[in-house]
C-alpha cells in the first residue's frame, strides 16, 4: 500500500486470513500501518497492488456505490478517533447504520437504547458527542458499529480515550457481543494485557507482518 506523496510503502507484503467467527489484534509502534491495514479491510483505502477479498467478493473489483453498499452492510467500524455524527445524539449516532440500512426509527432507537444500556451510556446517549467525555464517545462509536449486526467488526485503538477498567469493559464487550453474533473481530490496539486469550496476533513494524499469521 503506497499512499501519494509518501516516501515508502504504508503496507507492504502483508497476507492475512480471518477466518469468519475469529478475533485478530493488531500491534505495532506508531505509524507501523495498522489503521492503513484497517481503512483497507473497510474498502476504504485501496491497496496498490494486492486483494482484499470477503467471501468471495473481492472488494475492490466493485465500483464505489456497490463497495459503499458492501460496506454499510457487512463492516462495523470504529475509528481511532471516533468520528460521530455530531449534530446526532449518541443514541441517533448508534441508531444511524440501521436506519441507513432501512430499518423502522422505532426499532434503530430500540436497538440503539439498549447498547447505550450495555455501553453504560443511558445518562449521556441524549446528548451530543460534544457534550459527553471522550471516554463516552469511544463508547458510542463501539455501540453504533455494532447496531447491524455486522458480520465483521474492524475496531482502531477503541479504548484509546478510556481508563484502565472502562478499557477492560470495552474489549471484553467487545469480544462478547462479536462472539454473541458470530461477527470476525479486527482490533488494533497498544495495551496487549487486555488482549482476549483467543486472538490471533499480527505485529506490523514498518508496514510488514514481523509477527503472526502471514
Ligand atoms: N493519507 C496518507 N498519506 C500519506 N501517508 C500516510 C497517510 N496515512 C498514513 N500515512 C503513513 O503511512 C504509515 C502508516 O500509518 P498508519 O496511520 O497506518 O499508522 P498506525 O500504525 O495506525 O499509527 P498510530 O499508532 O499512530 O495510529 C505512516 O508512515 C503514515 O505517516
Ligand atoms: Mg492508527
Request: glycine letters at 8%; hydrophobic letters at 40%; charged letters at 25%.
Amino acid at each position: 500500500m503506497q499512499f501519494p506523496h509518501a516516501g515508502r510503502l504504508a503496507l507492504d507484503d502483508v497476507s492475512l486470513a480471518m477466518p469468519p467467527g475469529s478475533v485478530t489484534v493488531v500491534v505495532g509502534a506508531s505509524g507501523s500501518g495498522k489503521s492503513t491495514l484497517l481503512m483497507c479491510l473497510a474498502g476504504l483505502a485501496q491497496p496498490t497492488r494486492g486483494r482484499v477479498v470477503h467471501g468471495t467478493v473481492d472488494i475492490y473489483g466493485l465500483n464505489d456505490r456497490q463497495r459503499a453498499a458492501w460496506r454499510l452492510r457487512t463492516i462495523g467500524l470504529v475509528f481511532q478517533n471516533s468520528e460521530l455524527v455530531p449534530e446526532l445524539t449518541l443514541r441517533d449516532n448508534i441508531a444511524l447504520p440501521l436506519e441507513l440500512l432501512g430499518a423502522r426509527r422505532r426499532d434503530a432507537l430500540k436497538r440503539a437504547d439498549s447498547l447505550a444500556e450495555i455501553l453504560d451510556l443511558k445518562d449521556a446517549s441524549r446528548r451530543r458527542p460534544s457534550e459527553v467525555s471522550g471516554g463516552q464517545a469511544q463508547r458510542a462509536a463501539v455501540g453504533r458499529a455494532l447496531a447491524h449486526r455486522p458480520e465483521v467488526v474492524l475496531a482502531d485503538e477503541p479504548t484509546g480515550a478510556l481508563d484502565t477498567a472502562n478499557r477492560h469493559a470495552v474489549i471484553g464487550l467487545l469480544d462478547n457481543l462479536v462472539r454473541s453474533e458470530s461477527s470476525t473481530l479486527v482490533m488494533v490496539t497498544h495495551d496487549e494485557h487486555t488482549l482476549p486469550g483467543h486472538a490471533q496476533i499480527v505485529r506490523l513494524a514498518d508496514g510488514r507482518i514481523v509477527e503472526g499469521a502471514s
